[in-house]
């Protein structure tokens, strides 16, 4: 009934596009989420220009049969957040074991897996029960597919589906639906590195027919994205360049320094999976965005896939968003990790790379596990933080950022000429709007360039949400000196100019 419904809905939309004059508001009211055609380094959805900020589980919310994502959607929402990922069903990880992740939501307990392929009659899958059936679908996989989607739309948050993603090493490729040991199919690839390429055997026909189902079942719902593959390069990794190019060797080239991409051969595969998407919708009036998971940390594109509307860096630095804000793409800082269980570097990070001109923060918050869906499991559970509180103060960052003119932000290099003893990222619009962010700890003083006018603002603690006020001021054609509060690990000044 509740797929009947989705479907109707979704026709519904395409009618009144198809029927009615291409009017702004028609288009707003059933267009997915897509690029913002007067800024494409944010989104237009429900005929507003947004970015999308979270924490997020750890992408297992549909195949996990334990996890309750009701609980966890109305949790991201009512900490103001609007995004979430979610791995599509073609890879799990091991319970207890991968990444050192003690209660993970990617990998479900022994009989608690569901993915989009029904079970055979024939046991012996290496997570627990029967193998699967990949010329069958499960439909309580759609079911929570459906449920999932529709729910995460009702409350206002933009859903990834991560369509493929690395194996990484022989456990994860153990549980694999795609390992002929776990399926009655006989898949024809026994190296987990050339699942993701043309050189698959079989596979590559259930791997078309998987990403056509997931995208054929996602049509109704305009809150979905397509990332084609999450970290490719992790299987097929070609050295590209470094973070600090002064370690020695061998620690130089290597993680977490070593900043890698995909090679030919990942390549190749991931351009025939977005064939398949791109075909699978040609005929709709209303088509999804693509991301492409590109590299780690930070990178200048060397060339995209065609059709990918979204680059995704893991791990991103602000010089990922200023590298590559010519490509008139939306950057995404698409997962966070590695740098311990404290609040403090992970918002740091968000607020550097949204003030940069980010497109989206998506932060992996391992806070959330079965049982936990409300976000407080906060005993250590993995490479990385999450808690209620950091979730508080990402919602900070999310209304100040959904508070600006976003159709018209960009940034802007010019405006802080000099921040003493911390570092500035700043992003202006057209009539005088500036937000910026003082990454450190001071008192500072700024030595501002702004549009001539009278401006007044707030200072704003990102850690409270607290707020100071600017007493308001003259900028003339030269500099204006602006001394700061007292603040550690950061602080976000704006400023607007008063329009008479």
């Not at 979704?10 to 267009?31: D, G, I, K, R």
């Not at 429900?46 to 959607?73: C, P, Q, R």
């Not at 890698?260 to 977005?274: G, K, L």
């Not at 990385?384 to 003119?405: H, M, N």
Request: a negative charge.
């Amino acid at each position: 009934m509740q797929l009947e419904m989705a479907r109707m809905r979704w026709l519904a939309a395409v009618l009144v596009v198809s029927v009615l004059p291409c009017t702004a508001q028609a288009l707003h009211s059933s267009a997915p989420i897509r690029l913002d055609p007067k800024n494409p380094h944010y989104f237009l959805y429900k005929g507003k220009a947004i970015a999308l900020i979270t924490n997020g589980e750890h992408y297992g919310s549909v195949i996990n049969a334990d996890f309750d994502y009701d609980k966890y959607l109305k949790t991201i929402e009512a900490d103001g957040l609007n995004y979430t990922r979610l791995f599509g069903g073609s890879y799990v990880e091991v319970p207890g074991a991968s990444f050192g992740i003690k209660r993970n939501t990617l990998a479900p307990a022994p009989g608690r897996l569901i993915l989009p392929w029904a079970r055979s009659a024939e046991p012996g899958y290496a997570g627990g029960g029967n193998k699967f059936d990949l010329d069958k679908w499960d439909p309580e996989y759609f079911r929570r597919l459906h449920d999932f989607l529709g729910d995460a739309e009702r409350r206002g948050i933009v859903v990834e589906i991560s369509l493929f993603s690395s194996q990484y090493g022989e456990p994860q490729w153990k549980l694999s639906p795609f390992n002929a040991t776990n399926n009655v199919n006989q898949t024809g690839v026994a190296d987990y590195k050339k699942v993701n390429t043309l050189d698959n055997g079989n596979v590559i026909d259930l791997q078309e027919r998987y990403v056509r189902k997931l995208v054929e079942e996602a049509i109704p719902y305009p809150n979905v994205i397509f990332e084609i593959q999450n970290e490719p390069w992790s299987d097929h990794p070609v050295l590209t360049d470094v973070v600090n190019p002064y370690l020695f060797p061998p620690a130089r080239d290597q993680y977490p320094n070593s900043i890698e991409v995909a090679d030919e051969a990942s390549i190749a595969w991931q351009t025939r999976v977005a064939q398949w998407i791109a075909n699978e919708e040609a005929k709709l009036p209303l088509k999804h965005l693509v991301a492409q998971c590109y590299s780690n940390f930070r990178l200048p594109v060397r060339s995209l896939i065609q059709g990918v509307d979204i680059v995704n860096f893991h791990y991103a630095y602000p010089e990922a968003v200023s590298r590559n804000y010519g490509l008139n793409k939306a950057v995404a800082y698409d997962e966070t990790g590695f740098l311990g269980r404290g609040e403090d570097p992970y918002r740091r990070q968000a607020w550097n790379f949204m003030l940069a001109g980010g497109s989206v923060f998506d932060g992996l918050d391992y806070s959330f596990s079965g049982g936990h869906e409300d976000g407080t499991d906060t005993m250590a559970n993995g490479p990385g933080g999450g808690s209620p509180e950091f979730r508080k103060e990402l919602g900070i960052l999310a209304k100040f950022i959904a508070g600006l003119p976003l159709e018209s932000m960009v940034p802007d290099n010019r405006a802080v000429a000099h921040a003493a003893g911390v570092t500035a990222h700043t992003l202006a619009g057209a009539r005088g709007v500036y937000a910026i962010y003082l990454d450190g700890n001071g008192p500072t003083s700024l030595d501002l360039r702004l549009q001539p006018g009278t401006y007044h603002g707030e200072w704003l603690d990102t850690k409270t949400g607290e707020t100071r006020p600017v007493e308001a001021f003259h900028a003339g054609a030269g500099s204006h000196k602006l001394q700061s509060p007292s603040f550690a690990n950061g602080i976000a000044l704006k400023l607007v100019r008063e329009v008479y």
